[in-house]
């Protein structure tokens, strides 16, 4: 049984820093793609951040770009997400995910939801102005 159990999240005012742990059991991640997606009320899930297991490639939504950042530990089957000069855009719900095809790469459109089949169960990120 795959299960994705995240960490960490809260609130934080702008400008602050939050780091979010994502840790799998009954997967490893070694040629595989990890994201992270977040979700707002009323909003579409959208694709934050992922990295490729097999070499630690990462990629980037242009709204977190050089404020993130995705790093994954495969001998602790974690994948990190750091959240620095936050903003009150940034206020979703952050959701990690796993897709289980074994692959060189992430795919092109790694942000796609639907390209990923195990998710964790969500955690509140809330930035206040």
């Known amino acids: 049984l795959v299960k994705l159990v995240q960490f960490g999240g809260g609130s934080v005012q702008a400008g602050g820093s939050l780091r979010l742990s994502c840790t799998a059991s009954g997967y490893t991640f070694r040629r595989n793609c990890m994201g992270w997606f977040r979700q707002a009320p009323g909003k579409e899930r959208e694709g934050v951040a992922a990295i490729y297991g097999g070499g630690g490639v990462t990629y980037y939504a242009d709204s977190v770009k050089g404020r993130f950042t995705i790093s994954l530990d495969n001998a602790k089957n974690t994948v990190y997400l750091q959240m620095n000069s936050l903003k009150p855009e940034d206020t979703a719900t952050y959701y990690c995910?796993?897709?289980?095809?074994?692959?060189?790469?992430?795919?092109?459109?790694?942000?796609?939801?639907?390209?990923?089949?195990?998710w964790g169960q969500g955690t509140q990120v809330t930035v206040s102005s």
């Open positions: 995910a796993a897709d289980s095809r074994l692959l060189g790469s992430c795919v092109v459109d790694w942000a796609r939801a639907l390209y990923y089949n195990y």
